[in-house]
């Protein structure tokens, strides 16, 4: 192994790990029983990196490759607890079973588990999701009082698990399209809007208040703004805690990360590009209203321009087309079915077309993106990291990223990224792919690069 680049010694992650999820439905509750199931060796973690994948350490030559886990200190799966809100009241297993995700044997084997977990009244406000009537929900005089009775709830629930680390994750419901105001631009506007109950604070903004008021890091799996505001950042960077978003990375976005830098790589064109969905669950229920739509919209359409750089490119990349739509649609439930019709130019501008049809399922792909959120915001946060998190670029839709960067979009950028970061951490080289040490000749020549260069 190499000089060790690390920043500090990493706190080990011994003791249970509590997640937090505003929201308990589909990606939340299949989460939660596919843990359950997993540790009980009863099913495979598909689709987890934390879980499934190996990283490449020191040359190719050298043969080391460990997985992931058994290369920086993770929780244990053994050691989750979970916790969260909602409006509807009852336990993780009655909202299990609404969102129908599962097979009946598979929740039939999770049901004790997930039994156990209650919900807790949410922090809910009508006009942030208007598709949803809530049954159960905090009151408060103003939205400082409802901050302070999550704060309770964090603080009651790790008292109860045991825990001394925590961790926070958005599931719930995507919030209607607001944009940054005066009111988001610092911690004291912010905190002076929760005493005022300004409107321009979100439910999922008082979750992400309350989380890192309790030294809880945050992530935010829906697109809203929540935590992608210059409040929050000062709140994460005061409490030396970190935070990512947003957006899971899951279905058609994922594809579209992966096709685009595709046609950039080889200098294709690009005329257009329709992208199509139905989905029948609740998240395609609430989708269905234009406000919620605007935000998710608004996050599935930055990809292809930060991705093709038309400033750069603008004879291929200048005047295309891009059009998103979500039909809900019932009777499919989770299994969200998309298209992608991509219309390109090639040599001396001959018009192609790629057409793509995903039958996916939307919670099945979003589980495993939770569970390694949950374990490496852990890791940042026992790794003394705090602010931006965007190593977990590869996760979201759009990565949040510093004022004066553009998010990185390119899949497999986002995952060099993130590897390189764990090698960083853990103070093993950094991997460049640059490889001229295989290929010292007589000359020297190779040997002058290697002086400056790593693989
Ligand atoms: N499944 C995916 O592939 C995927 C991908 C990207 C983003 N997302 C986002 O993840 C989120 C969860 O998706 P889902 O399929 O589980 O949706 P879901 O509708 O099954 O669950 C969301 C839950 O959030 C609850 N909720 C709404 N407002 C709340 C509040 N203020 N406090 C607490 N709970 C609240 C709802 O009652 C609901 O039960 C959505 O915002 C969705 O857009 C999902």
Redesign the pocket.
């Known amino acids: 192994m190499s000089t060790n680049n690390s920043m500090k010694k990493i706190d080990s992650p011994e003791g249970t790990l509590t997640v937090f999820t ?7 509750t299949t989460f939660m029983a596919g843990t359950e199931l997993i540790r009980k060796g009863m099913r495979q973690p598909v689709g987890s990196l934390t879980q499934m994948s190996a990283i490449r350490l020191g040359k190719r030559t050298e043969k080391r490759s460990p997985l992931i886990k058994d290369f920086v200190p993770l929780a244990e799966l053994d050691n989750l607890k979970y916790a969260g ?4 009241g009852g336990t993780a297993y009655d ?1 299990a079973k609404k ?1 129908g995700v599962l097979h009946e044997k598979d929740l039939e084997l999770a049901k004790p588990f997930l039994k156990s977990i209650d919900v807790m009244p ?3 406000e009508q006009q ?2 208007k598709r ?1 009537r809530p049954k159960v929900i905090k009151k408060g005089k103003t939205k400082m009082d409802l901050a302070d009775q999550l704060r309770d709830d964090i603080r009651s629930t790790m008292k109860r698990h045991g825990s001394k680390r925590g961790v926070m994750v958005w ?4 919030e209607v399209y607001i944009e940054e105001s005066e009111v988001h631009r610092n911690l004291k506007n912010f905190e002076k809007g929760l005493v005022k109950n300004d409107q321009r604070i979100a ?2 903004m008082i ?1 992400a208040y309350a989380a890192l008021k309790e030294g809880l890091p945050f992530a935010n ?3 809203n703004l929540t935590v992608d505001i210059p409040a929050m950042n000062e709140l994460s960077g005061k409490a030396r805690l970190p935070i990512a978003g947003k ?2 990375k ?2 058609q976005t994922l594809l579209k990360t992966v096709l685009a830098p595709m046609l950039k790589a080889r200098m294709l064109g690009l005329n257009g590009w329709f992208s199509a969905n139905i989905l029948g ?3 395609g229920e ?2 269905d209203e234009p406000g919620s739509f605007k935000t ?1 919209e608004v996050s599935k359409l930055s990809v292809l321009e930060h991705i093709l750089q038309p400033d750069i490119y603008p004879n291929l990349y200048s005047d295309y087309y891009h059009k998103v739509r979500i039909n809900y649609y019932p009777p499919r439930g ?1 299994d969200k079915e998309s298209w992608d019709n991509i219309d390109i130019f090639g040599w001396l501008g001959y018009p192609m077309q790629i057409k793509v049809n995903f039958l996916c399922r ?2 099945i ?2 589980a495993p993106v939770l569970l390694d959120l949950v374990l490496f915001l852990d890791l940042a946060h026992r790794s003394g990291l705090s602010g931006i998190q965007e190593w977990l670029s590869f996760y979201f ?1 759009s990565p949040m990223c510093a004022p004066e960067l553009y998010p990185e979009h390119d899949l497999f950028i986002q995952l060099t990224k993130l590897k390189n970061f764990l090698r960083y951490l853990m103070g093993e080289e950094l991997i460049t792919h640059l490889g001229v040490e295989y290929y010292a000749d007589d000359t020297g020549a190779s040997s002058k690069l290697q002086r400056s260069s790593k693989k």
């Open positions: 505003p929201g308990i439905g589909a990606v939340s809100w909602d409006i509807f909202a969102a949410a922090v809910f942030y999701v949803l599931c719930g419901s995507t439910p999922s979750y799996g829906a697109p957006d899971f899951t279905g669950n609740q998240d609430v989708l998710k989770d939307d919670s792909l979003a839709k």
